[in-house]
């Protein structure tokens, strides 16, 4: 902020040369008037408005840098402080809120409070300064009652301004509002575009996008007609006290009461105020649209973290992945049925334990609770003997390799997203995680290799593909334990068994957790867990579920069935 101090200084400097330039001109029109005035008593006059007009610029130089330059600093750390604020959030607030409206935040809010930071206190601090002063050495200097008449509409500036700023705060907000529905139905059509045209919906989409847009228009319609208000408002009134001051002044000066410089100088200060009178509707525009901007992005400020670390949480600096979940029920909201209902299970390092069940039976459920995105009941689940809700969180995610349900890869080359975690990752430890993943070859067959670009979210890798560069993105972080949230189901048995089998081989005295839907995937665990209805309704090793003859053999027969027909099926085409 030292620089911003600077710069209004040096704005300040700027606004006093300017007040004392009248005075010279008034000096140098009296002299002018005096008998026997010649060339050379001028020239001072001349030299003194040079040397004032190059200071003038210098200051107003300076004051641009250091203020603007202040500005700008102060948009970078509110754009980094709200990015590592969202970042910090738990999952469950972005399920509350759209990615658009977040976008808007970023963009337009910060540029708005960058803005009034900027020309908004700039402007502010100018206009008070020259107001002040300039009225002052109206009123000391020259005359009293030709200022008190020229100034008469001022107050009416004032009031106008009052009136009107509240009502540009309200419809501004309303404004930030409609830019944020209609940025949110932007991300949302450029994210899911292959299922708009899969499905004909350009057209609808595109009425929809016309309706927030029209919605946007209206909004800054709304404000534009208020804030259209001001600089007519003002301009009339500076017009007003012109003509006062032309009128009155001409008078006096007739009258002799007020010599011909002091006129000419009060017509400069006169036309000094008019900047600010102008300005004044602008100012309070940013202003408002500033104090708007924040106001929103305090909203966001002030959401607590739900997942934070507990005073004297415990480091995790070497796990062995041990886990043991001990009755663990789980709901959502106190007002919704609980989503997991007495999960008990112990995960012994180098074991794997595998989580069967149909969809909604509650398996990504127990994924989140482990991985701490939600937070499960104190004394229920414990890494390494240590209840999870008493570890750093950052080390306790750290000990896992998590491949979630829905594999998301960045816009960046295959090579980057496999090191995401660890981007010191050398080229050999890269592709002997792609290796374990079953994703080398073909990667190898793109024309660029490792170095191929996925593009948004994977978009030009098959869906079988990015699971597997999602696994081993996973796989090269050699996590003490491993969690694959129902992550092979996009690729086939073949491809799922050749994986599977190169993880028994690479994750030996390492702990795995499998969740999946299908058998082949957890049969060769240690431990399996049948959910339904977020409860286990059946445990043990594949050869003892089978024994049961209960509903895990029902599924397995299933699937073995389908399996049997889609192979038919094969052979037939």
């Known amino acids: 902020m030292r620089s911003y101090a600077f710069g209004l200084t040096a704005l300040i400097l700027a ?3 300017q007040l004392i330039t009248p005075q010279i001109l008034r000096l140098f029109v009296d002299a002018i008037q005096a008998p026997g005035a010649q060339m050379r008593d001028l020239l001072p006059f001349a030299l003194a408005m040079l040397i004032a007009g190059l200071l003038i610029l210098v200051f107003r130089f300076g004051w641009r ?8 600093r102060i948009e970078y750390r509110l754009r980094k402080k709200l990015f590592a604020h969202l970042t910090g ?13 977040l976008m808007a935040h970023a963009t337009n809010d910060v540029q708005a409070v960058r803005m009034a930071f900027a020309m908004g206190v700039v402007a502010t601090v100018d206009s008070s300064v020259l107001i002040v ?13 030709l200022s008190l008449w020229a100034l008469l509409p001022l107050p009416v500036s004032a009031i106008v301004a009052s009136s009107l700023g509240k009502i540009i705060h309200q419809r501004f907000v309303r404004v930030q509002s409609a830019f944020a529905d209609m940025t949110d139905t932007v991300q949302e059509n450029f994210s899911g575009i292959r299922v708009v045209k899969a499905f004909a919906q350009e057209h609808p ?15 800054n319609m709304e404000l534009i007609r208020v804030w259209g208000l001001f600089d007519p408002l003002v301009d009339a009134i500076g017009g007003l006290s012109f003509a006062v001051a032309t009128a009155y002044g001409g008078y006096l000066v007739l009258q002799g009461q007020l010599s011909l410089g002091e006129y000419v100088a ?3 200060y006169l036309g000094l105020l008019r900047w600010p009178m102008m300005a004044a509707g602008w100012v309070i525009n940013v202003l408002q649209r500033g104090a708007a901007s924040m106001e929103r992005l305090n909203r966001i400020f002030d959401v607590q973290q739900e997942i934070r670390d507990a005073p004297g949480a415990l480091p995790l600096p070497a796990p062995h992945g041990a886990i043991s979940v001990r009755h663990l029920t789980f709901a959502y909201a106190k007002d919704r049925p609980p989503a997991l209902r007495d999960i008990d299970f112990e995960l012994e390092p180098g074991q794997t334990v595998g989580i069967i069940g149909r969809v909604g039976s509650g398996k990504s459920t127990l994924a989140s609770l482990l991985l701490r995105l939600y937070e499960p009941p ?12 008493d570890l750093r969180v950052r080390d306790l995610r750290a000990s896992f390799g998590y491949v979630p349900q829905e594999a998301f890869l960045f816009s960046e080359t295959i090579s980057g997203n496999i090191a995401f975690a660890r981007p010191e990752a050398a080229q050999d430890q890269i592709e002997a995680a792609a290796r374990a993943a079953a994703v080398h070859g073909n990667v190898i067959d793109f024309p660029k290799g490792y170095e191929t670009l996925v593009g948004e979210r994977g978009v030009t890798l098959s869906g079988g593909q990015k699971q597997r560069v999602s696994i081993a993105r996973a796989l090269i972080q050699d996590p003490p334990i491993l969690l694959l949230d129902d992550s092979l189901s996009a690729v086939d048995t073949q491809t799922e068994s050749e994986i599977l089998g190169a ?3 690479s994750r030996q005295g390492r702990s795995n957790i499998v969740i999946a839907h299908r058998i082949s995937a957890v049969m060769h665990a240690d431990l399996i867990l049948m959910l339904e209805d977020g409860a286990v309704v059946e445990r043990g090793t594949h050869e003892s579920l089978l024994r049961l003859d209960g509903r895990y053999r029902e599924l397995y027969e299933l699937q073995l069935l389908e399996e049997s027909i889609l192979h038919r099926g094969e052979e037939g085409a």
């Open 15 to 17: 606004d006093a040369l």
């Open 65 to 72: 840098t250091l203020c603007f330059g202040a500005s700008r």
């Open 89 to 101: 959030l738990s999952a469950n607030f972005f399920n509350r809120h759209k990615v658009g409206d």
């Open 133 to 145: 002063s300039t009225v002052v050495i109206m009123v000391e200097t020259i005359s009293l009652p």
């Open 205 to 219: 989409e595109e009425e929809k996008f016309r309706s927030r847009s029209d919605a946007y228009i209206k909004r």
């Open 266 to 268: 009060f017509l400069y």
């Open 378 to 389: 104190r004394g229920t689940v414990f890494v390494d003997g240590v209840d999870i809700l």
């Open 503 to 505: 993880l028994r081989e």
